[in-house]
């Protein structure tokens, strides 16, 4: 796991501002704090920060292949790479090294871009061609890794691992996209491709972009998810399989040359994960948080599975001060970013680092396995949509949807008003408000005439309409594939990957194992969404190995009480009447936020999400004059 940075003339062999590739570099440092390097050839720099994990002598970057014609920087890891240095060896590639990076290399040297496909792991790559004069930046087909890209004025493309080394090279004007703005503050994030600077991309998931010197760069797509049922399995069939799926998936990812452990809650997914990583033999390493709340505490059921599998467990308690961590969260992501559990995560990442070099975790499993709440009342209000035409339902329940109060504090089965409106709306505009942080009516009241006009009638609800464009899926598959193309590098991948970072810690997904993903993506809808709601085939599977206690109680999530610190003397609200920042970005009505504060803190609703949106708004303004 690494960081990775780069300055490539697209025109010619002019020659590499190395001072600018310097500070990028340098600004990718917490990513990389075991060593630094560089690669330089006619219109060519590459640097790298390293965190060594495997061939932790052998492993330094950017890395030549053999021949010296191609190089490589690298931020990831191929699990699969002693297969693939076996397959290249008998090929006639010769091996100075035993790590990852060597693999990579002289297997794109050898198959080009092609290459990518037989790729097991997470990574973002660039890889230099001296031969055909072409640079190929790769990203993996989930977005575990991420990579930003810019073009600057003359024509240099610059590329890292993250947008603050894209800003400290100081080679592009940065200005905020009102279109990205748009989508932060309805989702709380930016979802790929765009970023929150114009100019400054994000390369999609599973995606590669190729710059042939003397050519404008092409993106290409290699791979997608694909939701084609196998309508011949049977459940019983397919829980064997899917249990020998998840083990070998497990087992590929604990290679390491440092130390390995894993995250571990009171969920299914973490649980599962520890419990396959048991099967192996040996002492399994885990990491705990808890919290001073009970109400957000599973330290009991994370015990009950460490004594089950006889773990090595660590476990700490932490008071999440969010005065005290807003503005580091700020830093850390270097675009506005509103998921309250990035809190938790980064919290959870610095105590696993005091430990382990190495986290596996449970993230993708909800969005492989169905088991997001929203998934079924989107899934049961679809088959209301597709049942009458938009006119109609707009006219009745959206009319109904927009009279009916918002009842934040009544029970339940009365609150009816968001079903409503999601009803009277198209599938995307439906899916949008479900996956929002902020609502789509509440937002209209205190956005700016100013940015709504400068926005030019963008819709963010345009990235979930791209990502649902021509799919014939049922209700629950289109929600997953939503999820794959925004949601999860967008929001959750992102969370990881920089929380986790940010400490010099390397987490990985045994979920995202494609191998699993596309064959789970074949499972019937009822297979992954029963009766007892998510998950119903890996709950099955897990009987033997999960406590029932933990496969069968509620979904509880890692967010922390943000209703509560909104409405506490001294809390973050404070930091929003005192700051100046959001109010001379434009963006918003001050009065109007002035009375969601007032009524947030009164009782008289809950405005948490909104609120917290624009604290965390405020706090990457405030970073960003830092």
């Known amino acids: 796991m690494c960081g990775i940075a780069g300055i490539v003339d697209l025109d010619g062999e002019r020659a590499i501002d190395a001072r600018a590739l310097k500070r990028m570099t340098d600004a990718l440092a917490h990513r990389g704090p075991d060593g630094e390097g560089y690669f330089d050839a006619p219109g060519v720099g590459f640097g790298h920060r390293r965190l060594a994990i495997i061939d932790i ?19 990831g890891e191929i699990y699969n790479y002693r297969e693939l240095t076996r397959s290249l060896a008998q090929a006639g590639a010769r091996f100075r090294t035993k790590s990852d990076t060597e693999a990579l290399i002289e297997g794109l040297q050898r198959r080009g871009a092609d290459f990518i496909g037989d790729l097991r792991g997470m990574f973002a790559f660039a890889w230099w061609n001296r031969r055909t004069l072409t640079l190929t930046l790769a990203r993996d087909r989930f977005g575990e890794k991420p990579l930003y890209y810019a073009i ?31 989508d932060y503050f309805l989702y709380g994030y930016v979802p790929d491709p765009k970023s929150i600077y114009a100019g400054v991309l994000k390369l999609p998931p599973g995606s590669a972009l190729t710059c042939v010197r003397g050519s404008a760069p092409r993106l290409t797509r290699y791979w997608r998810p694909a939701f084609e049922v196998d309508h011949s399995m049977s459940f019983k069939a397919a829980t064997e399989k899917l249990l020998a799926l998840f083990d070998d998936a497990v087992s590929a990812q604990m290679i390491a040359d440092a130390p390995l452990g894993a995250f571990l809650s009171g969920g299914v997914d973490s649980s599962s994960i520890v419990a396959s990583m048991a099967r192996g033999g040996g002492t399994v390493s885990t990491c705990t948080i808890g919290f001073d709340d009970a109400r957000f505490d599973e330290r009991a059921l994370a015990r009950e599975t460490s004594q089950r599998h006889a773990t090595a467990h660590h476990e700490e308690t932490v008071s999440l001060d969010a005065a005290r961590l807003i503005d580091r969260i700020a830093g850390v992501y270097g675009e506005p970013f509103a998921d309250p559990s990035a809190l938790p995560t980064y919290e959870v990442s610095a105590a696993a680092r005091r430990h382990v070099k190495v986290a596996l975790s449970g993230d993708g499993g909800d969005e492989v396995f169905g088991g997001y709440r929203r998934y079924a009342f989107f899934a049961r209000e679809e088959m209301l949509r597709r049942a009458a035409p938009l006119a109609l339902r707009r006219a009745t329940l959206g009319v109904a949807g927009a009279l009916y109060p918002k009842l934040d504090h009544w029970p339940r089965p009365l609150r009816f008003k968001t079903t409503l409106q999601s009803l009277g709306e198209s599938t995307s505009d439906a899916y949008a408000r479900a996956v929002s942080m902020a609502l789509p009516d509440r937002l209209a009241r205190i956005v700016s005439e100013d940015f709504r006009a400068g926005a030019g009638g963008y819709d963010p609800v345009a990235a979930i309409r791209n990502a649902a464009a021509g799919a014939r899926l049922d209700p629950l598959s289109l929600a997953q594939k939503i999820d794959f193309e925004t949601w999860l590098p967008g929001r959750m991948l992102t969370k990881i990957d920089r929380a986790s970072m940010a400490h010099g810690l390397e987490v990985r997904a045994p979920f995202l194992d494609h191998r699993l993903v596309e064959w789970a993506l074949m499972l019937p809808p009822q297979f992954r969404f029963g009766a007892g709601g998510g998950k119903r085939i890996l709950k099955s599977a897990q009987e033997s190995r999960v406590s029932r206690d933990i496969l069968h109680r509620p979904k509880q999530g890692f967010s922390p009480p943000v209703a509560e610190w909104l409405r506490a003397a001294k809390g973050p609200l404070d930091r929003l009447r005192q700051s100046d920042a959001w109010k001379r970005s434009g963006c918003f009505s001050a009065p109007a936020v002035e009375r969601m504060m007032a009524a947030h803190q009164k009782g008289a609703g809950d405005y948490a999400q909104e609120l917290w949106m624009l604290i965390m708004f405020d706090a990457f303004l405030q970073n960003e004059r830092a």
């Open 57 to 75: 002598e052998g492993g330094a970057q950017p890395f030549r292949s053999a021949d010296g014609d191609g190089a490589v920087t690298y931020n």
């Open 152 to 182: 600057t004025p003359d024509n240099f493309l610059l590329f890292a691992s993250e947008i603050g080394a894209i800003k400290a090279s100081r080679l592009i004007a940065l200005s905020h996209a009102p279109e990205a703005l748009s």
